[in-house]
Antibody, heavy 120, light 108 residues
Framework: QVHLVESGGGVVQPGRSLRLSCAASGFTFSSHGMHWVRQAPGKGLEWVALISDDGSHKYYEDSMKGRLTISRDNSKNMLYLQLNSLRPDDTAVYYC?????????????WGQGTLVTVSS | EIVLTQSPATLSLSPGERATLSCRASQSISSYLAWYQQKPGQAPRLLIYDASIRAIGIPARFSGSGSGTDFTLTISSLEPEDFAVYYCLQRSNWPPFTFGGGTKVEIK
């Protein structure tokens, strides 16, 4: 059974950094691409980043490129998202999700999310 | 960037009624479209991928159709647990992967 647990969210001041984590279990983590998606309070879903199964390919949403780093540690079944220079409009629930079938596939299984609040 | 437009924004229906949700793409995306259901306080759940294939464990009352730019999610007979927000997602031309703005199916 696929299980994804995000952590690392919280309240952070504008301009600061935060690293989100996603612990994966119940499947062969190293064989799956992984996505990050966010959802601002009361808003829709926004794709944030994708990393290939081996970590060699990384893609980001343009407006956030330069402030984000996605990474993974396949030896620990962990996915990460480093968020820098945080702004109030980065306030959102951040979800990790598996890529279906191929490393760039649809978002298949999702974690429950971790809330990031950017506020002074 | 491919823009997905979902309509209507809100659909007010009664249990047992048929729901028809639309997702239109700004350019052709072949069949690279997925549908998700999200209930309050929960993560989204994959319902349909490749426009018409039900994901594992999804009831047969959910069906997807379409290709190119116009797609439909149909719920043949609404159950109480189906009242939720539904999103479409395209993976034809990325990055970015893009979601539609969502359709809320509410109880009339």
């Amino acid at each position: 059974q696929v299980h994804l647990v995000e952590s690392g969210g919280g309240v952070v001041q504008p301009g600061r950094s935060l690293r989100l984590s996603c612990a994966a279990s119940g499947f062969t983590f190293s064989s799956h691409g992984m996505h990050w998606v966010r959802q601002a309070p009361g808003k829709g879903l926004e794709w944030v980043a994708l990393i290939s199964d081996d970590g060699s390919h990384k893609y980001y949403e343009d407006s956030m490129k330069g402030r984000l780093t996605i990474s993974r540690d396949n030896s620990k079944n962990m996915l990460y998202l480093q968020l820098n220079s945080l702004r109030p409009d980065d306030t959102a629930v951040y979800y990790c999700a598996t890529a279906r079938l191929v490393w760039f596939g649809d978002l298949e299984y999702w974690g429950q999310g971790t809330l990031v609040t950017v506020s002074s | 960037e491919i823009v997905l437009t979902q309509s209507p924004a809100t659909l007010s229906l009664s249990p047992g009624e048929r729901a028809t949700l639309s997702c239109r793409a700004s350019q052709s995306i072949s069949s690279y479209l997925a549908w998700y259901q999200q209930k309050p306080g929960q993560a989204p759940r994959l319902l349909i991928y490749d426009a018409s294939i039900r994901a594992i464990g999804i009831p047969a009352r959910f069906s997807g159709s379409g290709s190119g730019t116009d797609f439909t999610l149909t719920i043949s007979s609404l159950e109480p647990e189906d009242f939720a927000v539904y999103y479409c997602l395209q993976r034809s031309n990325w990055p970015p992967f893009t979601f539609g703005g969502g359709t809320k199916v509410e109880i009339k």
